[in-house]
């Protein structure tokens, strides 16, 4: 689509208040390559100067991503690896201004599941997976589970799935906090993941904005960051509209 350079790993659709971004790299699992990373930092570059939701997916075809591209991984060293590749642009969609949902079906594993940890919500399927096979390859799972895994689910349920690589299933996945909803027919994924969406989308921008960065700040940023963002809030017009709408409705 127009705008969008060489973005061939991932298809863009515009959506007014959102934008769906979807991994299409079936032949290979959708694997996160460099060519991945850089049209994933593109997406990152235009939602960062004009806020928009977002909704991450691999479709509904029973893959969201196999992790790093393995083939590229065999061959990078220290360097690479200090070059934050994938905990790099992981870190960015976790900083994007608006929320962000991943919808996934089928495996989310390694890098995979980590990119579904750097949106905010998730939605899958009855067959997603997710898991962290990265000790059995003699690596360490270093794109973000090491920290926003054990924020999901707790530390002990965290390094079991870290040290085992074991996999989740959906059902485990919900009762632990993993993902925020499951959907039976894969049919239903993304309308369920719109749905959540359009849930957010009813509330003011400005709010989310400053929600989200107040629940992704540090411990020690609380209480003072709340208390400024809601400064900001108070004297923002659109609180003044939302709230006086509803005294209005109620009429008060
Ligand atoms: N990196 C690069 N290529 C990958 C890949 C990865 N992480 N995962 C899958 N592929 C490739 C396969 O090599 C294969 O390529 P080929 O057709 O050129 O041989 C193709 O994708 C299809 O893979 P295949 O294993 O046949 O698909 P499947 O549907 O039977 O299984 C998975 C899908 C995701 C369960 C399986 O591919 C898998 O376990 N992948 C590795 C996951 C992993 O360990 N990730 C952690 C990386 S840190």
């Known amino acids: ?3 969008w350079g060489q973005a061939v ?26 060519e991945m990373v850089s049209a994933l930092h593109d997406v ?39 070059a934050a590749i994938n905990s790099a642009i992981f870190a960015r969609i976790r900083a994007l201004p608006l929320p962000t949902v ?55 349920r965290a390094k079991e799935l870290l040290f085992t690589g074991r996999r989740v299933n959906a059902e485990e996945a919900l009762r632990i906090g993993l993902v925020n909803r499951t959907v039976a027919d894969p049919a239903d994924l993304l309308g ?19 929600t989200k960065l107040a629940v992704d700040a540090p411990p020690g940023a609380h209480p003072q960051l709340d208390l400024v963002s809601q400064a900001v809030l108070f004297e923002d017009e659109e609180k003044r509209r939302r709230v006086t709408d509803f005294l209005d409705r109620k009429g008060r």
Do not use: W
């Open 1 to 3: 689509m127009g705008g």
């Open 44 to 82: 990152c570059a235009r939602l960062e100067r004009e806020p928009r939701l977002l909704l991450l997916t691999g479709g509904s075809e029973g893959i969201f991503a196999a992790g790093a591209d393995i083939a590229q991984l065999r061959e990078r060293g220290r360097l690479d690896a200090l």
């Open 9 to 34: 790993s991932l298809d863009i659709e515009e959506r007014g208040d959102r934008l769906v971004v979807t991994l299409n790299r079936p032949e290979k699992r959708n694997a996160i390559d460099a």
């Open 192 to 210: 369920t993941a719109h749905g959540l969406l359009d849930e957010i989308a009813k509330a003011s921008g400005l709010a989310l904005r400053l």
């Open 102 to 156: 991943a919808a996934i079906d089928g495996p989310a594993l390694g890098g995979g599941a980590e990119l579904t940890y750097a949106c905010d919500l998730r939605v899958c399927t009855e067959r997603a997976v997710f898991g962290q096979p990265e000790v059995r390859l003699g690596i360490l799972a270093g794109a973000g589970a090491t920290h926003r895994l054990p924020a999901l689910v707790g530390e002990a």
